[in-house]
C-alpha cells in the first residue's frame, strides 16, 4: 500500500531529477537546433545552454535558479487505497524538496509579496488530481519558472474567429520575444472554458516533444519563421516543439490559451502502488 | 557578423565599456552584484533619502539574478544563479543610471528604448544565456557579501567574485545599438508575411 512518507520522499526525488537532469527528448530537440543553427550567436547561446544541462547532471544542481513554483499532476487510481490524506503528503514532499534540492522559495503572498521560504501557501503547490483506471498512483512534477509564465496569454475568441487562432498563438510568441528563453515549448488549450483551456495548454506541456501532428508541425515552421532565435538575439530556432490540446467549448465559446514554456522543459514522473 | 572577444576585469573602464559593439562577446572576472525588482527600488529610495549607497556600482557589474544560495558553516556558496528578465527593470534601470558615470549590466531578454537611451555614452547591457544558472554559479568562486538581505533570497543583493563569467553577448551598447531592436524588427516584417501567406 502506498504510504503518506512514500508519497513525500518521491515528490523530493522527482523535484530533484526535473530540477537537475533534462528529459532525453527536449535534449535531443536542442542538439538538433545546434546542429541547424548558422548564426554564430544563435550557436553560441544553444552551445551555452547544452554545457548548462551537462553541469547542472554533472554537479547535481538546478539548471536553472528559477526552480519554478512547483506544479503537480497527480493520477489517482480509483482502486489504490489511501489511509492519508494525498494533498498532505505532496505538500511535504514540497517543503522538504525546498530545503533538500534545494529549490529557491519562489512562492509569495500575491499582494503583500511576503514569502514564507518554504514554497507552500493557499494553492501552492498547485495540484491537479484525476482519477483514473487501475490501482496506481501516477505523480508528475512541472516546476515552471516565471520568465516564461509571465508572457503566457490567453483570449476569448468568438465562434467566428476560428481562422484568428493560428494569429494569437504566433502573435503572443512574437510579443514574448527573448524574455521567455527561447528556444521555447508552446503549450496550447484550445476550447473548453476559461479555466480549462489554461489548464489544456499546461498539460500540453506534459507531451514528449517529438509527438507533434501535422497542425503542430506547421505552427512551428510558423513560429521559427519569425526570426526571434535562441535568447531572441535572432536565428532559426524559437521553439523546439508547439503542443495542441482541444476540448469541446460552449457554442458560443472559443478560449485560447498559450502557456509559454523555457527551454528548460523539466518534468518528471514515477508511479507508486 | 564577426564576434568580436573582450576578456574584461573589473572595475571596467570607461574607455572599455566605449569600445564594445553589439554582437560582441564578452567574458567577465571580478565582482559582480546581484539586483532585479526590490534591490533597483531599495537603491532608488536611498537615492531619494540623499543616502549613499552601500556599494559602488560603478565599479561592479550589476547582474539582474534571483540566485539559489546555500549557507554552509557561515559561509555562502552559490547554487544556480543565471538572469532573469531584465524588462521588470525598465523603468527602474533609467533613474538609477543619472547617478553614475558607467554601469555594466547583465542579464536576459533585453530592455527598452529608454534604458537603450540611458545607456548612451556610459553603459552597455550583457546577455546571459537565460537559464543557465548552473553554469554560472561554475563561474562563481566566492560570496563575497550580501546587502539587503531581509529582500528575501532571490531579491537580495549579493556580491559575487567571478572568474571568466560568460559569454555574455553585447546585446545593447553604448552608442544606442540593440540586437534586440534589430531583431524585433526582422520579427515584425516576418509576421506581417507569416499572416499574408494564405
Redesign the interface.
Known sequence: MVSFEEVAETVVELFRKAETELPEDVIQALKNAYEQEDN??AR??IG??L??IE??RG?K???????GLPIIFAEVGRDLRLDFNLRDAIVEGVRRATKEV?????AVHPLTRE?P?TNIGPHVPLITMDVVEGDALKLTVLPK???SE?VSALRMLLPSQVNNVE?FI??VV?NA?????PPIIVGVGIGTTFDGAAKLAKKALLRNVTSMDEFERGLLE?IN??????????GKTTALAVLVETGYCHTASLPVAVNIQ???NRRASAMLR | MVMVEHWLKTPIGKDEILNLNVGDVVYITGTMITARDEAHVRMLEYFDEGNELPFRIEDVVIYHCGPIIVEDGGKYRTISAGPTTSARMNSLTPKVLERVDRMVIVGKGGMNEEVINALKGKGVYLAYTGGAGALAAQTIKTVRDVYWKDLGMPEAAWVFEVENFGPCIVGIDSKGNSLYKEVEKTVEENFRKILSQP
Open positions: 554564430e550567436v553560441n547561446t551555452a545552454i554545457r548548462n553541469a547542472a554537479l544542481v538546478p539548471m536553472c535558479q528559477d526552480t534545494p529549490l529557491r522559495p519562489n514569502n521560504g519558472g516565471a520568465g509571465n494569429r504566433i502573435e512574437k520575444g527573448g524574455k521567455p528563453c510558423k519563421s519569425l526570426g526571434i532565435g535562441p535568447g531572441g538575439l535572432g523555457c527551454w528548460a
